[in-house]
């Protein structure tokens, strides 16, 4: 059994604690948990019994919960309190995740690419992708989404329906204005989040790009199967498979 200093623990019980509160800290200022294998695995021990991993991102430190079991983990009450219209639902929040994955998607070629293929995305561009999805997906039969709906424990059926009730229109309106800027407001408030949660940054001319905190989480965890249970690889081939 390893023993530890009592400077060690009270060190490294410190450097736990500013990750704790604000979710990250600068290299400088945490140095000890890079050059000290002992703090550095207690710390590591620390965010364990919490649900949450510690990496390093470019000039920060972060700690991000891994398991929704985790007191950091960011519930579905705030998400739709913070950042979704006023009776959100919990479908909300399922296309929410659906956009994420898409923005992310656009910034690989593929479930397996380690590292992004491009250095920014319009936020039309997010929004025809996102399209070009739910067209894809609409194209199945109920038998097949059904199916669907099963394999990866989301409701495609409602998802869609979702995403197309935001094409309503008021007759006074063209068509076009009012479905772009309905849906577009929805990922406005998902770019929101995602700005909030240091995952991507407006770079202006409603552009967005990757933060290095994303970039490694992409890499450590929404490439994996163990955590997205193949819904990338699904969703980078919907618009490659041939639907019935």
Known sequence: MITYRNEQVIQAFKIYSIL??????????LRQYISDDMIRGLVDQFSREVDCTIFLAGEFIYL???SKDSIFHVS????????????????????????IIVLFGEFYDSY?????TRDFINI?????????????LKEHNSDKLK??????DYNWSLIIEKWLDMDEIKETAKAQNARTISRKSFLNSVKN???DQELISDIGNEELELTEKAKTIIQRYYMEYDYNRGILDFM?????????
């Open 147 to 152: 199916e669907l709906d099963k394999e990866y």
């Open 124 to 136: 039309s561009d997010w929004l025809e992708s996102l399209n070009d999805r739910i067209a894809s």
């Open 64 to 66: 991000v919960p891994i």
């Open 193 to 195: 989040f995602l700005e």
């Open 236 to 244: 980078y081939n919907l618009d490659k498979k041939e639907v019935k």
């Open 76 to 99: 579905n009450e705030v998400i739709k309190k913070d950042y979704l219209p006023s009776k959100s639902v919990n479908l909300d929040i399922y296309l929410m995740y659906v956009s």
């Open 20 to 29: 704790a509160k604000t979710g990250y800290g600068e290299k400088d200022e």
């Open 112 to 116: 397996q690419t380690i590292e992004p």
